[in-house]
Structure formats: C-alpha cells, structure tokens
C-alpha cells in the first residue's frame, strides 16, 4: 500500500499511519482498481505499507470496506483518515482537488472506495 503521490505527501501520509493518527484511506473505484485491473481490498486482507524508496515499513490489516458515492462519504471516514480535516466539505475540496490532479475528475456519484486499517506491524 502507497499513501500518496511520492515525495512529501507519501512521507506525512506514512507518517500518520505509522503514529496510530491516520487509520482510513480513500481510493477512487475507477481509477485505482478498475484502471489498474485491481480487486478491492477485504476484512481481514494484510497489506505491507511501503515508503517513496518502495521499502516495506509497516503492515496494516484491513478492517472495513465501504463503497460509498463521493457525495455520501460520512464525516466518521473523513476523521479516520487523520489529516485535520475540518468538516466533510473540506474533505471532499481536498480529495476532488487531489485526484483531478492525477487526471481523474470526480462527481458526486462516483464511486469512493472507504478503507479502515490497522497497524499490525512495524
């Protein structure tokens, strides 16, 4: 699992993972699985969380998955996520500007892939 684009943001976002303050991640159904070919994640599935070096520095358990339209995603996952949001519409500013900057527009109805995680090694 990368956090992010590479530089950075993967270094904060890793940071937050690894700290026990970021327990939720976003993707977007059409670009990070159905582009890539890629299944969404399960329950119980362990994935290693890797740094900008591609170095493995954590495993995380899954420990929800929610499909949810972008438009719908509670303030609960938005929290969860660890990133000082302050409401979901800042949430939702923030992740629209994110992935139309990886060239994926996002409206209300699409669909948002809610990860819940533990660290369950490092």
Known sequence: MEFGTPGELRTWLTGLVLSGSKTATAGLLPLDYHAEDEEVEHVGEVLAVVDNAGAKVAEIEITKVELTPFAEVAWEFAQAEGEGFR??????????????????EVDDS?????????????
């Open 110 to 122: 699409t669909t948002v892939v809610c990860l819940w995680f533990r660290v369950v090694g490092q």
């Open 87 to 104: 409401s979901t519409e800042h949430w939702r500013e923030t992740h629209r500007r994110y992935w139309a900057g990886q060239g994926s």
